[in-house]
């Protein structure tokens, strides 16, 4: 669905990430782990045209060279955000209704389809989405991204700051969206739950590649369990 | 006498509180101060000047040239000078905004000349009205109820219109809101109109009531209009109204009662800030930006 | 080889200073006057320049402050320059308070108290301006301008109000214009290499980071402003006692709007750029008067067009701020460039 090549990103006159190479198919979970600064956050940015990038990214068949991030959006490719970006000051339903700006007609439908997903959504569903707690919050995020019906759907961190039992009810609706048919993209620093539900994995390290491979297989890596999953 | 300085008050109040609107809604979303805002009043004023004592046009026609040349001037502005601009360091979109208000108040200068001109004000509003046992223009009683319905047609579109919706998301973050798939830009470009259009009323007001068009009448009144919307709370529609109506009965009432005060009539805005600058930086209605905007 | 750089350094600066000198005697001493006003005025705007590039450039604090603070050092150097007869005579509007006329100073202390009215003015502005987030320093400074030209207007007792004061002895030679000019050149130098010019261009470059990293930046915004402050004081007295006579209307804000237009045409931060960009400015405004007057186009004559020239500036600075931010210097001064043709470039 998405195939990158050669990505290079710079923040002024630093390079966060170093020429990398990675894809991901249809219907796939794919993961990008690694520490702190590696270059994950910056990737996903990249892929959306949000930073200065040099590379090849080939996206469901074009190249997305010169095309503004909302363009790609419209086209299919969506994020959910670090730290979830939900727009606070306004209500859980706005933040919907947001994110299925362009989308008049089907709107009332899929935010009803949201509603039953996320049931503790709906019942603050007037409320100023700054009220809610993380785990809710981060729900909003997804389901918002969700409004978008995109066919890949990138998040960046969605574990952080998250207790651990809401990090399990996130990364289990995750599982269920791409059995839903939708793509993941995944970018997290909890190496663990990221490898369990993923297909694939990718570590970025110092904004390089250093190891991918089938996600199951690197859970019993033994570099991978010192590094990443607390030896 | 003192209803009759009331009146007048928010007159010129609502006169601030137009202009303070586009300001505080240009600062919701971009953190920008839009030094030219001012100026696109006078622009307003002079568009209407044109439309009736040059083309020749029923008032109401030179109203809408004014409204709408203003509207897209302003949005002009943006796409030309400010929206290159979008990821630059501040400080250079400050100077650019200072560089389009000297270049609109010395190019109306060249046009027309920096003689004030005589706003020709339609007959119907000079008429003098009893009003609650005062006699007053027309106008100085129509500005407060014209402003009342434009701020409440503001406040419909911010709260109740899709539109409205992503401005005040954009105010939260403009890169989320091009995550939704919108062209942020766009809607950015759309707030330029919408103050553009209220500070281009505020130009008529101002021209039917000195009643003159000159090429600095911005520059005062958008510094005053610029303390107003800070003094209300930066960022809040509410705020920025609140704002004017409190700077323009000081001026009106003070000088009222003490009109040996007179020659500092123009002093109290600044003092006005100073002191919210002091005590309350976010603004009487203090709008915290973490948590919430407009 | 780094100890044969810092020489080389040290050599270049002596010699600087040097050459000016030498320069500011040849042109007293061999140009004609009008020569001679255009250098004492491209001198004092020097002066204004460097330390308007001081909060604009170095600190990053977008100000419109000269104006304001010219006017101060103009008028208490005025109060105190000119003769108690003169006075008697030119306060038309209302007699002046007594005390105005027994205020007397020399030309040193004149120019001192300018500087320390201004910087003090600028302290007592700082607080409210620089202990909140936000960028009211603008508006603040361009309401403080409005606000000095309104006093000097509404208290003709002390500042003969709108005719403003004339017959101040013209003491502005070049050699006070120009060797105070080096003055301020070489402070200015100093404070930005010190640990508080570091401490500015902290602030400047990610005020949060500074903050995070314990830089204390409101001492640094409010030094840099008072410095400046204290300059453009200095530059005002100065400008008195050359123009010989000043009223309100001078210090208006396409004083300021002129030097906002130097430092960025220079490069904002650096000093360098503000001296070459006073040069073009100057140079290139005496040149641009022929946009005020008549002209013949491509065969037609045109009306006079006052204003013209103040257009035509405007589309200039616009210009500038996209598509050339950097200016000539950008933020380099001439020491880094010659620093990088030695190590062969990079």
Known sequence: MISVKNLHVYYGLIEAVKGINF?????????LIGSNGAGKSSTLKALLNSVKKIGDINFLGYDTRNHKTHTLVQHGLSLVP????????????????????????????????????FPRIKDKRHQLAGTMSGGEQQMLAISRALMGEPKLLMLDEPSLGLAPKIVGEVFEIIMRLRDEGITILLVEQNAFAALKISDKAYVLENGKIVMNGVAKDMIGDDTIRKKYLGG | MFMQQMVNGFSLGSMYALIAIGYTMVYGVLRLINFAHGDIMMVGGFLGYFGIAVLDLPFGAAVLLAIVGSALLGMASDRVAYRPLRSAPKISLLITAIGVSFFLENAFNVFFGGVPKAFPVPA???????????????????????TAFLLAIILWVLYKTKYGMAIRALAFDVGTVNLMGIDANRIITLVFGMGSALAAVGGIFWAVNYPSVEPMMGVLVGLKAFAAAVVGGIGSVGGAVLGGLIIGFTEVVVIAFFPELGGYKDAFAFIFLILILLFKPTGILGIDFEKSRF | MNNFMIKKEQWLKISFVVITLWFI?????????????????????????????????????????????????????????????????????VDPYPFVLTLHANFVVALLLGGAFAAILAAILSFPVFRVRGDYLAIVTLGFGFIIKILAINHPEVTNGSLGLNDIPEFSNLYWTGGIAIIAVITVLNIINSKFGRAMKAVRDDEDAAIAMGVNTFKAKTLAFCTSAFFEGVGGGLLAAL?????????????????????????????????????????????????????????????????????????????????????????????DILKWRKKGGK
């Open chain 3, 25 to 93: 005697w040849f042109a007293n001493t061999h140009f004609d006057e009008y020569t001679v006003r255009i250098l004492n005025n491209i001198a004092i705007f020097i002066i204004l320049a460097v330390s308007y590039n001081l909060i604009n450039g170095v600190t990053g604090q977008f100000s419109l402050e000269p104006n304001g603070f010219v006017a101060i050092g103009a008028y208490v150097a005025a109060l105190l320059l000119v003769s108690p007869d003169a006075k008697q005579y030119q306060y038309a509007i």
């Open chain 1, 82 to 117: 670090e730290g979830r970006k939900i727009f606070i000051n306004l209500t859980v339903e706005e933040n919907l209704r947001m994110g299925a700006f362009n989308n008049d007609e089907n709107y009332e439908h899929l935010r009803d389809t949201m509603y039953e997903l």
């Open chain 2, 124 to 146: 119907y509003l000079e008429n003098v009205i009893d009003f609650m046992g005062l006699t007053m223009p027309v106008s100085a009683i129509l500005v407060p109820i014209i």
């Open chain 3, 243 to 335: 123009l010989t006579s000043i009223s309100p209307d001078l210090f208006d804000f396409f004083f300021t709007f002129q030097l906002l237009i130097i430092i960025v045409l220079g490069g904002l931060g650096s000093t360098t750029g503000a001296i070459i960009g006073t040069v073009l400015v100057m140079g290139g405004s005496e040149w641009m008067r022929f946009l005020d007057e008549p002209m013949h186009l491509f065969g037609y004559e045109t009306a006079a067009m006052p204003g013209m020239r103040m257009v035509v500036f405007s589309l200039i600075l616009i210009f500038i701020m996209l598509f050339a931010r950097e200016g000539v210097m950008g933020k380099r001064e001439l020491t």
């Open chain 1, 23 to 31: 894809e991901v198919k249809e219907g796939e979970i794919v993961s």
